[in-house]
């Protein structure tokens, strides 16, 4: 099996990505790894993976997106994807994302045969609608080669499913396979990031933690919250002022964020950390009080999940997968996505109950276990693998 990913990074893809490989090769399949853009793939050995001992063809693109340009690069990518397939006999290919999905149908436009899975992570139509004749020349070129190269679609959420099917097209074979807690491990860089991150906690001992743990993104959602927040501490007059705010990851808006902050008057309150190890990332989810997802597009949101796995208070906005992975009122608390007031309402909530028991302890566990385990996602995969 080859699994063709658009980049490696600290996020969800790279974290399924991961399990996959282990996974696959734990029942005795061979995986290769092809990644489209210039990544660091050590980072797979954060999520267990023996990177010396995989097969990787790396392709150096300057981005991991389907743009223009990508589309261009697409072509030239062709040749050496295909000798990469021959060369190590692969029957099968799991491409995630719509960059890989592309260029993995113009590879088997060659007359090269093998098995082809397309994996759908994303609200892609909701990001990025087809609102241009680009969009649509490269959306109805997609649609035209998946009808004829693609043998079974595969989306971590019913909501991507949906979308999928009303705005490419319905193919019969269709899975949803819920994404999995990723396995992490800890070593050195992760400790050398926990020993950090351990004396910001330690400087605000006492507070009410809150954390937002996400690739910093508009639809990922922190400027929004912290606008909320600045209506809770102005609404509380002040006497709220023992709150502290983790922003724990890295991206396009981290400048504006920061700015955002300062201009808010919340150095004080707010912290911006950076990218942190995924492993020091669930640590740090048992320290605080209150974990925030509050995406305006999430397909599914592994980090609402690991705050499920580290049993801890999860808020979270209702849009497109983060329904199926969130039991409102039960495994965490959901408002409507890009509503401040109920966010707000929400907060204010969670905050004044926070002595109380408000999670049901047993309905986690259950649903980790029989919902999101890895070797129910394998399974499930090993089940279309084998179609």
């Given at each position: 099996?080859?699994?063709?990913?658009p980049?490696?990074a600290?996020?969800?893809?790279?974290k399924q990505v991961?399990?996959q490989i282990?996974g696959?090769?734990?029942?005795?399949?061979?995986?290769?790894?092809?990644?489209?853009?210039?990544?660091d793939?050590?980072?797979?050995?954060?999520?267990?993976v023996?990177?010396a001992?995989?097969?990787v063809?790396?392709?150096?693109q300057p981005?991991a997106?389907l743009?223009?340009g990508a589309f261009?690069n697409?072509?030239r990518l062709?040749?050496?994807i295909e000798k990469?397939?021959e060369?190590?006999?692969i029957?099968?290919v799991?491409a995630h994302?719509?960059?890989?999905?592309?260029?993995?149908?113009l590879v088997k436009?060659t007359?090269y045969?093998?098995?082809?899975?397309q994996y759908f992570?994303?609200?892609q139509?909701?990001?990025?609608?087809v609102?241009t004749?680009?969009?649509?020349m490269?959306?109805?070129l997609?649609?035209w080669?998946g009808?004829?190269f693609?043998?079974c679609?595969?989306?971590?959420s019913e909501a991507?499913?949906?979308?999928i099917?009303?705005n490419?097209?319905?193919h019969?074979e269709?899975?949803v396979i819920?994404?999995?807690?990723?396995?992490s491990?800890?070593?050195?860089k992760?400790?050398e990031?926990w020993?950090?991150v351990?004396?910001?906690?330690r400087?605000?001992a006492?507070r009410?933690l809150?954390?937002?743990?996400?690739?910093?993104?508009?639809n990922?959602?922190?400027?929004?919250?912290?606008?909320?927040l600045g209506?809770f501490?102005?609404?509380s007059g002040?006497a709220f002022?023992?709150?502290a705010?983790?922003?724990?990851?890295?991206?396009?808006?981290r400048r504006?964020?920061?700015?955002q902050?300062q201009?808010m008057?919340?150095?004080d309150i707010?912290?911006?950390?950076?990218?942190?190890?995924?492993a020091?990332?669930q640590?740090?989810?048992?320290e605080?009080q209150?974990v925030v997802?509050?995406?305006?597009?999430?397909g599914f949101?592994?980090?609402?999940?690991?705050?499920?796995?580290?049993?801890c208070?999860?808020?979270?906005?209702d849009?497109?997968?983060?329904?199926e992975?969130?039991?409102?009122g039960?495994?965490g608390?959901?408002f409507r996505t890009?509503?401040?007031?109920?966010c707000?309402?929400k907060?204010?909530?969670?905050?004044h109950?926070r002595?109380k028991?408000?999670?049901?302890y047993?309905?986690?566990?259950d649903?980790?276990?029989?919902?999101?385990?890895?070797?129910?996602?394998?399974?499930?995969?090993?089940e279309?693998?084998e179609v």
């Amino acid at each position: 099996m080859a699994i063709v990913a658009p980049a490696i990074a600290r996020e969800g893809i790279t974290k399924q990505v991961a399990n996959q490989i282990t996974g696959l090769q734990q029942e005795g399949i061979r995986v290769c790894l092809i990644v489209l853009a210039e990544s660091d793939v050590g980072i797979l050995a954060e999520y267990g993976v023996s990177v010396a001992q995989l097969p990787v063809l790396q392709l150096y693109q300057p981005t991991a997106y389907l743009s223009t340009g990508a589309f261009v690069n697409a072509i030239r990518l062709v040749g050496r994807i295909e000798k990469f397939l021959e060369e190590h006999k692969i029957a099968g290919v799991v491409a995630h994302a719509p960059y890989t999905h592309f260029v993995m149908r113009l590879v088997k436009l060659t007359g090269y045969k093998f098995l082809l899975v397309q994996y759908f992570h994303g609200l892609q139509y909701s990001e990025y609608p087809v609102t241009t004749w680009r969009r649509r020349m490269v959306n109805d070129l997609n649609r035209w080669l998946g009808r004829r190269f693609d043998n079974c679609h595969i989306s971590v959420s019913e909501a991507v499913k949906q979308e999928i099917m009303t705005n490419l097209f319905r193919h019969q074979e269709h899975k949803v396979i819920y994404n999995s807690l990723p396995v992490s491990f800890w070593n050195d860089k992760a400790e050398e990031h926990w020993q950090q991150v351990r004396q910001v906690i330690r400087s605000v001992a006492g507070r009410y933690l809150v954390l937002i743990p996400n690739r910093i993104d508009y639809n990922k959602g922190q400027l929004f919250f912290l606008q909320v927040l600045g209506n809770f501490l102005h609404t509380s007059g002040g006497a709220f002022a023992d709150i502290a705010v983790f922003v724990v990851g890295d991206g396009p808006q981290r400048r504006e964020l920061e700015l955002q902050v300062q201009s808010m008057g919340l150095s004080d309150i707010v912290k911006i950390t950076g990218a942190l190890p995924n492993a020091v990332v669930q640590k740090f989810m048992l320290e605080v009080q209150l974990v925030v997802v509050p995406s305006y597009c999430e397909g599914f949101s592994l980090s609402a999940l690991e705050a499920i796995s580290s049993k801890c208070l999860l808020l979270a906005s209702d849009t497109g997968g983060l329904k199926e992975v969130v039991r409102d009122g039960d495994t965490g608390f959901l408002f409507r996505t890009g509503d401040k007031k109920d966010c707000l309402e929400k907060l204010t909530y969670l905050y004044h109950n926070r002595h109380k028991v408000l999670l049901n302890y047993q309905l986690m566990e259950d649903d980790l276990k029989n919902k999101f385990s890895v070797k129910r996602h394998i399974n499930q995969l090993l089940e279309v693998l084998e179609v």
